[in-house]
């Protein structure tokens, strides 16, 4: 048996994977770094496979969380995981799209399956999942709320601002100026994808496109990027688990070697 | 192998403590100094004008005074430099040399007269047009002019053997770095990537007659022992520098050695030799015409990318690593050249993007991380 | 009978005729240069070689809210966000080559000056490398002192003769001396007469609204060494100057309050929102550190004091000029208030603007704002901070307008 756990800032997820590569269980916990979260996720995991820690013959730690995860055999990169969960789940994929609440990537899979290369926003909060945040608060509603109130636009109202301190006073703005918040709603995710397809074409796309992390749940991102790219794009299923089945699959990888090794 | 990690520690502490190691340089050699901004200064005749030429390459301050001259888009190492002299770090330097290669120097030089009115000024612009006739005068010019003010300061002459003696003593110096940085290659793990980038800061703060006895002594106890085998990725890095250091320990972290480089603080300053010119500043002029691949100099042919990719080739590295200095414009404009160049040679590229004082490693950590990962595979 | 034009109809027709013969000459197989915008446009008017500007092209295009699909492309290869907007809006154009603003031909040869700043030296050394074509650089040293140095002088002479030399070559053509004096001759009286123009705006009222003067920019940028450009501009003098004999304003449905000068480019996607909410509060914009950049006189056989002019121009000199350049401003024009454009794409003009704000506020009193903006990419202003400010300085300038009648 295989862990691997994902320990975002916001979240914590743990995968259980057998010698098979069956997913046996997953669980999720919305603390992360810092807090009890991680241990939470793998105890919640580890109780729905049924198993105790000592069946668990390696352990990969991946996110932001990762350095200080001490029960960790190993630890890798998200972009890493993500690379590697996104084929595992979606075979074509040949880039990723992972909207993240601090930071977007993009990563590129070759038709091995390896990591080509791969790009990062991290610096700044327009195009990640802190941008549609910010501005839900703004439309004093939920993420999920924004994504109904997005679907149900009718006009196309522009935000255009790549400073998020210059795009709120924007929305504020076509707020008091009598717009729908369904229309600023749609105009917020218009942002977003405007950002994400910016830092896509600096690597350049191939299809499949396939989006993972949290934000992928929202289906008016999916669809406004899709339009955005002009491609499709399809999400992978549980996407936000994503990370944690990369790290599993890591995990898997990394006992194998180390059984090949020494048996030499 | 103790004498030579204590020369490495010596070096290396050197150029962490850059405040002390100028002010015993001056005490050792009975210079005062003269602060020298990037990216390229007359250090030659400063240093036969009887002055330790110090490099001003920025600092890790928190950036509090400078808010009154700079919007924020300035590049730290620019912040950085006003707010030491806002602050009276510069106040012991004799003079300070502002050549002005990029707007955003031209402006700084300018704010440095109300901002920092308390040191002696020299501004300075070298040629653009650095390789037609009119471009060598100017510059010889522009290198006289500077001489007659450092005389005025020091109150003496700079005779003809003192310049003649200053500039051989440089020639030396880039001749020998250039044979350290061949010979560093083949050691990636007693010269690792923070070890390297510390030895060649170290120049900036010393008596290069020193300091150059310093790097023959640690390349001489090197050639005693064989070329380490390393199991590690090898990369050649370009940009202004290779900071903070925070960055260099996720290098030696991730197992990846620089095994040459192309950054403004290091081999820019030495890559070149002068070959030709009658006297000294004459042959200084004709070495900045000959100065190629260097963002802040216009040259047509854009020969960066070429350079990359052949010292990719040379020393056998795995890939190159940009290291962007945010708000640097020249470096900016040429990253896209040199990339596509990069791209057809199918050399891997990591893209990182710097300010010097930066107080969180991690996002800096994933991408490298990520990079050995991607190679790794 | 035919009714005469107006300057403005007339600055219009030359535009596009500008434009029309560019890519004529282009379509002939004849060469095509760029050049920056305070170039020695009298060596290529000489050899009768066609050349337009990008700043010019790139502005249209930004005034044509038709930017961000250039941005996009220079974006995507790699270029970044911090870098000048008229280098990413002209970079994308080189690969896209169609705007609804207009097009212009690719060069054959580029002519790069750096006295308006040092990002044309990397833009265009980009431009050179991509096109595989040559590069004239006219290296134009900052002037740190408060008058351009004889050295300076002399080597910007060396790179004309230089020039000369490379355009003779690339052209085949030779390099006629007697027309180039007459070239000359037209240049400086041409910005003689822009000037005057200009300066007419001192006039109270002013009968020139200034967000026009921005339309005739582009003109002073292309037409300088033309006898049309010249027309354009004494004709442009004689409407202004017939304007002020009536006492008319800058609008006809409301008074001139205040003036200002604004410092920096425009911002070219939001003229219109920007100019409207300067009207709103009556300001009138009658001047900028535009007229005296362009204004480029010397005497037709002398090469040292064309070489002084194209390196005078304001920034390229020191604080203590730019200082005491815009305190004139402020006397001879009559100012209320300064509106200080913080240009993204501008570091060369930003990054000393506090200085000079804080140095312009001692000597003359009169109240400035600062906003952030950018000349052409429409993603870097906030219209909610520029109005917010503009109020402010209303409200500063009717406070100062109270206490001197006071």
Redesign the interface.
Known sequence: MFLGVDIGSSSSKAVVLDEKQQIIATAVINTGTGTHGPEKAVMAALLQAKLGATEIKFTVATGYGRITYEKADKQVTEISCHGKGATFLAPQARTVIDIGGQDAKIIRIDDTGKIENFVMNDKCAAGTGRFLEVMARILDCKIGELSAFARNSTQEISISSICTVFAESEVISQLAAGAAKEDVAQGVHQSVAKRVAGLANRIGIRPDIVMTGGVALNDSMVATLSQELKQNIAVVPFPQLVGAVGAALYAAEFYRKQLVKTLL | MKQLNNLITELETAAQYPSRTVQQAMEISKRPAVGCFPYYTPDEIIYAAGFLPVGLWGGQSDIMLAD????S??CSMMRENVEQGMKGHYDFLSAVIIP?????L??????W???VPQTILI?M?Y???RS????I??LV??YQ?VQEELEGISGRKITEQKLTDSFLLYEEYRTLMREFTILAARYPITINAKTRQLLLKAAFFMDKKMYIQKIREICRNLENFPAESFDGKKVVVTGILAEPTGLLDILVENKIAIVADDLANSSWQFRTNSQKGNGVLEKMAYRIADQSGC?LL?????TRGQLLVDLVKTTEADGVVVV?M??C??E??????Y??ELEAANI?LL?L?IEQKMDSM??L???V??FA??LD? | METKKTSKELLSDLLNKHYEEALAAKGRGEIVAWSTSIAPQELLETLDIKVVYPENHAAAIGARKCAQEFIDQSEGVGYSTDLCSYARVNLGYMTIQESIAGNIPLPDVLFCCNNICNTVIKWYENIAKELNIPIILFDMPFNHTYEVSDNSVRYIRGQFESAITQLESISGKKFDRERFQEVMRISSDTARWWNKATSLAAAMPSPLNGFDMFNYMATIVCLRGKQEGLDLFKLWAEELEAKIAQGAGPWKDQEEKYRVMWDGIACWPYLGNTYKVLKKHGINMVTSTYPDSWTIVYESDDLDGMARAYSSNYVNRNLEFGTDNIVRLVQDFSLDGIIYHSNRSCKLMDFRQYEVQRKVQARTGVPSVIFDGDQTDPRAFSLAQYETRIQALAEMMEQEKQRKEA
């Open positions: 009154t001259y700079l919007q888009f300035c002005t290669y990029c707007d955003t031209k402006c700084i030089c300018e704010n007269k109300a901002a501004p612009v040629p653009q047009n037609i006739q009119a471009g005068d100017y010019a522009e002019r963002s216009f040259e047509a042919q854009k962007m945010k708000f414009d020249p900016e404009f040429d990253y896209p050249i990339k596509k891997p893209y993007e991690e996002q950590r994933t991408r991380q990520s990962e991607m595979d």
